[in-house]
């Protein structure tokens, strides 16, 4: 590992990459441009006797090169296996060619001992990748309405977007976590009609909200917010609305803290007529002429960007629709220098996406810059039957009373390991789980159960080596453990790319196995020979701190002890 934001797979390819051009150089392979060379693909390889890491590039150059890729790999070997003499690198052990083009490369020990120490001098950083430019990425998620707690409904958003930061983060993004209120429409109202009727002894209107926490918020009323709201009249329902939201707020912000989530911004949907976001919004879509009246209403021009029908901006009767606040909302936050604009909302707001990708470009924006990640729905359940999820009815289940019952560490370990856009079943019973049927106790185990070894080494005398050098010569097993921490980079860089998590829940189990296997096969704490201990508690501490971070990467806390 030649530096912290380099794994090895990304030097595997700087390595081929550069056998190709000395293959084309001395006219082993024919020369084409740099448009014409496909992407070079490194990938460990799934039988450990086939080498550590494999390629097919040859099977993808065959077309540009018109040559067999048997004769393409072996050309491309030939200058690899020529690495080591010539340049005295011993990263590859071994270069071999398999049918019907594969070149299979076996690392050198000394190599993987020398990024291992790498690896764990970079203690809680390790994983965390440099990016070539930083990116500033502007994050929205949750963003759910302030008449009731958070529910379980909106768990699912919650750990999508706080994931997701955190694994933009550690691919060397700059990114703010943003909320979003609507404390300005017909819910709010809704909210403070339900209060006025709880406080004044009547039934809730029927589409109001009948939740025990409706009566729990009248009886907490001050008498002199009811009085004033009471003296507006017509606005009696608005200003006790946002009253009551003001302090369901501060509820969802203590939720939302307790889930080990943060938010850099809290933006309210007034606050973008206030600022005269929208008004400003609405100006320069008018002056780039993607602005119509009819029926009374002002249209955007939503067509013209491949959209199925033009929408609706200001309403006939003067009044501005969400899409307003949308488009000035685009604009607001690009006005604050980010290059990516994230949305991470549920699934029903899949008839919302072109609308404000359209606008973003219509401004002027770039509509590649503006992405929306929907997640699909979670069911779920408890005791074989559904969960309801009715603010309204009052029969849901607070997400402060999921976390009471499953914990913080199980909930984003469900969460973290479906993927985003795939509907899950969550079971609150088999979450609670404590045994290592559940995944995150099985790797949370792991972690707790090094730290217990490094504890008794120290009891007996031992420490971990400063250098796992010469502990990987001819054990396959240790160089099985080894090569799995040193995937963390990699599977950092997936993960980020393809803006799922569940890569990091699969990896994190697959290492926590590969170290019971070693532990299991390899004695470690022996007061006999304290060279070999010595090396081997350094291997199982590089161990120890890689899964601390991939835990830490999912926010799920890593135990000393269970």
């Known amino acids: 590992m030649s530096d ?48 550590d890491v494999t390629t097919n590039l040859a099977l993808r150059l065959a077309r540009p090169l018109r040559r067999s890729p048997i004769d393409i790999a072996t050309a491309i070997a030939d200058e690899l296996g020529e690495i080591g003499p010539h340049v005295s690198d011993d990263r590859l052990a071994s270069v071999e060619v398999a049918p019907p083009g594969f070149i299979n490369m076996r690392l050198g020990d000394g190599y993987l001992e020398r990024s291992l120490d790498a690896a764990r001098a970079l203690g809680a950083s390790y994983g965390q990748l440099a990016a070539h430019r930083v990116r500033h990425i502007d994050i929205e998620f949750v963003s759910a309405n302030p008449t009731g707690p958070l529910t379980v409904g909106n768990a699912r958003g919650a750990f999508v977007g706080d994931l997701l930061s955190r694994l933009l983060e550690a691919a060397g993004n700059e990114v703010t976590r943003e909320y979003y209120f609507n404390d300005t429409n017909r819910q709010v109202s809704l909210l403070g009609s339900s209060i006025a009727a709880r406080r004044a002894g009547k039934p809730v209107p029927e589409d109001g909200y009948h939740g025990a926490y409706v009566a729990d918020l009248a009886n907490e009323m001050p008498e002199e917010v009811w009085e004033a709201a009471s003296r507006e009249d017509e606005e009696r329902d608005t ?34 007529y206030a600022e005269g976001w929208v008004e400003r919004a609405i100006q320069r879509l008018r002056s780039g002429g993607h602005l119509f009246e009819q029926d009374g209403a002002l249209w955007f021009c939503s067509t013209a960007f491949g959209d199925d029908k033009d929408r609706v901006v200001i309403r006939a ?5 969400y899409f307003a606040a949308d488009i000035g909302y685009v604009a607001e936050k690009f006005s604050r220098g980010f290059d990516e604009l994230i949305y991470v909302w549920g699934a029903d707001h899949h008839g919302t996406v072109a609308r404000n990708r359209n606008a973003a470009e219509a401004m002027g924006f770039d509509r590649e810059a503006v992405q929306m990640l929907l997640y699909a729905w979670v069911h779920f ?35 973290a390991s479906r993927a985003t856009t795939t509907g899950i079943d969550f079971d609150i019973e088999a979450a609670k789980d404590q045994s290592a049927a559940n995944p995150v106790h099985y790797v949370r185990y792991a972690h707790a159960r090094i730290s217990s070894i490094l504890r008794k080494a120290s009891e007996a005398g031992l420490s971990p080596h400063s250098s796992v050098a010469g502990t990987l010569a001819g054990d396959d097993i240790s160089k099985r453990l080894c090569l799995a921490v040193l995937r963390l980079p990699e599977v950092v860089e997936d993960a980020a790319s393809a803006r799922e998590t569940h890569g990091v829940t699969s990896y994190a189990t697959e290492l926590a196995t590969t170290f019971h296997a070693y532990y299991r096969d390899r004695r470690v704490l022996d007061a006999a020979d304290r060279e070999t201990s010595a090396r081997r ?23 000393q002890s269970m």
Do not use: C
């Open 317 to 321: 009767n003067g009044t501005p629709t």
């Open 239 to 272: 200003s006790l609305g946002r009253w009551a939201a003001t302090r369901i707020r501060a509820g969802i912000e203590a939720s939302l803290r307790e889930l080990g989530v943060r938010f850099d911004v809290w933006k309210t949907e007034g606050s973008l």
């Open 381 to 415: 359940v408890r005791d074989g039957a559904d969960a309801s999820m009715s603010k309204r009815a009052g029969e849901f289940i607070s997400l402060d009373e999921l976390l009471a019952e499953v914990g913080t560490d199980a909930a984003r370990w469900y969460f």
């Open 4 to 51: 912290a934001g380099q794994s090895i797979r990304s030097e595997m390819r700087e390595l081929i990459a550069g056998a190709i051009a000395r293959a084309m150089g001395s006219g082993a392979l024919p020369t084409i441009g740099d448009d014409d060379r496909p992407e070079i693909e490194v990938s460990h390889a799934a039988n450990p006797e086939h080498g």
């Open 537 to 559: 508690l350094a291997l199982v501490d590089a161990t120890r701190q890689t899964i601390a971070n991939t835990l830490g990467l999912l926010g799920i806390s890593a135990p």
